[in-house]
C-alpha cells in the first residue's frame, strides 16, 4: 500500500523540518481522527488505509535513522513493511490498534471470545473519590488547592518506553494482543476470559532490560507531582459531583480520565440541611418563654449572630417545640440569588435543681399564670406512686413478642381487632 510517491509529512500534515515532538502530536491527532472504530461503518475501510498510511508515517518519521533513508532516499527504500530492507508484509491492523491503544483490534471491530470486558478503554479510567465539605464551605462556596501525586506520560521517552532507537519486541506470550484468554471457572463450567498479560503488562511489546527508557525503566510513565485547584461552589450539596477533566493518571495512547470528586456533606453540630432549607434549635429559657426576649439566637454559617425579638404581639408565649420560621436564611440556591428558609426549633429550658424559689415565691407564680382547667372527676380515685425518671424507651420492652410494639403496631393492630370480634 506505501507506493514511492507517497509524501509521509504531508501524510502527517507536518513540514519537513518538524521536530520529534511536532511529529508525535501530528501522528496522535491524525491517527486519532482515522481510527477506524471512530468513524461511520460506510467509511470505516477507507479510514483503515489512512489509519495505516498515518501510522507507517509516524513509524519512519519518528525514528530518526528510518527519517534519514526517507529524506535522502524516499519511499522506494521502504518495502512496505516500514522497515528498510526487510521483507515482512505491511503491519497488521490488530497489531497497531494493539500497539496504540494497548487493545486488539477485535474487541472494537467485531466480536471474540471474553465480552466488553478484554476490550481496554482508549481512555485512561476516572478517579472517583469523595470529598468532605463543611455545611460552612457549602454555604459560602470554597477554593481548595492540593498536591497531587499523579502518573504521567515519560518526558523522556513520551511514553514509548525504550530509548530513542530501540524497537519494541513482540510479546510472545500474548502474540502482541496485550491481553491473553484464559479459562475461568464458572460455576461447574470453564469459561473462556480476557486478562491482561502480565509479561508485557498489556502493552503487546516490550524492550529488553538494556533498551529501556532510562527515566522510566519501561513503563512509559513517571510519577509527577501536580498543584490542583477546585472550586465548590455555594449552595453545592451532597452528592454533587466535581471533576476536574483530564486530570487521572495518564495511559499511554489514551485520553486521561478525569478526577471526580464527589461532595459529602459533613455533619453540623447546629444546622441540620434539607435541600435548601437549614433547621436548628434554638435554647430560650422559661422565663424568655413567656415574657419574652431580644438577642442573637444563633450563629449562622457565615458567622453572622441572626437575632430575634419575642412577642412581635404583647402577650404571647412560646411553646416547647414551636417553628419560628426565617425567610431566605437557608442555604444558597446554586447559580442564583435565591435562598432557602431557616427553622428555628424553640426549646424551652424549664429550670433545673439550681434553682430553689421560696414557697412564697411559687404561691405568687401560680396566681399569676393561667389557672389549671377544671378537675377530671372519677367514682374511684388511687393515688399512686410513679418514677419521676421513667424512659420511653422501656415502653413495650417488656412484650414477650419481642418488644416491637412500635414497629410492628400494624400487624398487631389486626390481630388486636381479630381477637376483639
Ligand atoms: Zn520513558
Ligand atoms: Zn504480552
Redo the contacts with the bound molecule.
Sequence with gaps: MSSAGVDLYEVLGISKGASKDDIRKAYRKAALANHPDKVAEAEREDAEVRFKAVQEAYDILYDEEKREIYDAHGMGAFNGSGEPGMGAGGPDLDDILAQMFGMGGMGGMGGMPGGPQARKPRRSPNEEQKYEVRLEDLYKGKTVRFAVTKNVI?????????KERATARQCATCDGQGVRQVLRQVGQFMSPSMVTCSTCSGHGEYFIDKE???????????EAKKMLEIYIPRGAREGDKIILEGEADQVPGQEPGDIVFHLVEEEHETFRRAGSDLTATIDVTLAEALTGFSRVVVKHLDGRGIEVTHPKTPGEVLSPGQVLKVPGEGMPVKRGDARGDLYLVVNVKFPDAKWKPSAAVLEHLKEMLPKPDAPITAETVDEVEYDPKGNLDDFGANDPEGGSAWEDDEEEGETAQCATQ
Aim: proline share 0%.
Design positions: 515519560c518526558s523522556l521517552c513520551h511514553g514509548k518506553g525504550g529501556k527508557c532510562k527515566k522510566c525503566k519501561g513503563k512509559r510513565t513517571s
